[in-house]
């Protein structure tokens, strides 16, 4: 039987933040490949940098990330 990890545990934080920041990126990159042409991993890196400064500027962003830490 695993163990949980704590919620509080910072890197159980920092990989719920990543994985909501790497949706969000891989979802716009679907949107400008849907809308523009092309394959989504050519939007990657303008995507994955529009999804940091959004998950960043949203403080909402963390303590999201704080609860699905909870839940797993």
């Known amino acids: 039987?695993?163990?949980?990890?704590?919620?509080?545990?910072?890197?159980?934080?920092?990989?719920?933040?990543?994985?909501?920041v790497l949706t969000d990126a891989w979802s716009l990159a679907r949107h400008g490949a849907d809308r523009f042409g092309g394959r989504a991993a050519e939007y990657r890196d303008?995507?994955?940098?529009?999804?940091?400064?959004?998950?960043?500027?949203?403080?909402?962003?963390i303590a999201t990330a704080m609860l699905a830490a909870d839940f797993r």
Do not use: L, Y
Request: zero cysteines; glycine letters at 6%.
């Open 1 to 20: 039987m695993r163990h949980k990890t704590p919620a509080h545990d910072p890197g159980v934080i920092r990989n719920e933040f990543s994985r909501i």
């Open 46 to 61: 303008q995507a994955m940098g529009m999804s940091w400064r959004d998950t960043k500027a949203n403080p909402r962003s």
